[in-house]
């Protein structure tokens, strides 16, 4: 996928979760309640956020990584 087409799929999940948050958090009296919500909504946004943006993830994770590091020159 390219970068757009990434950023795009996370804003409209993230979009999504947040509609999801507005419409339960008016609704919440309690405030463990409320406070163990908004962590549960935040943690799922993370989670879309992290997996998204990760890309292809190896089958294997001893696989030989193809790393090129930056040298100071």
């Known amino acids: 996928m390219k970068k757009e087409?990434?950023?795009?799929?996370?804003?409209?999940?993230m979009s999504q979760e947040v509609d999801q948050w507005l419409e339960i958090q008016d609704k919440i009296e309690d405030g463990?309640?409320?406070?163990?919500?908004?962590?549960?909504?935040?943690?799922?946004?993370?989670?879309?956020?992290?997996?998204?943006?990760?890309g292809k993830i190896p089958g294997s994770r001893n696989q030989k990584k193809r790393f090129i590091p930056v040298s100071d020159e």
Request: net charge positive; hydrophobic share 40%; charged share 35%.
């Open 32 to 54: 463990y309640e409320y406070e163990e919500k908004f962590l549960q909504a935040a943690r799922k946004m993370n989670r879309i956020l992290l997996t998204r943006s990760m």
């Open 5 to 13: 087409e990434i950023k795009q799929n996370i804003l409209r999940l």
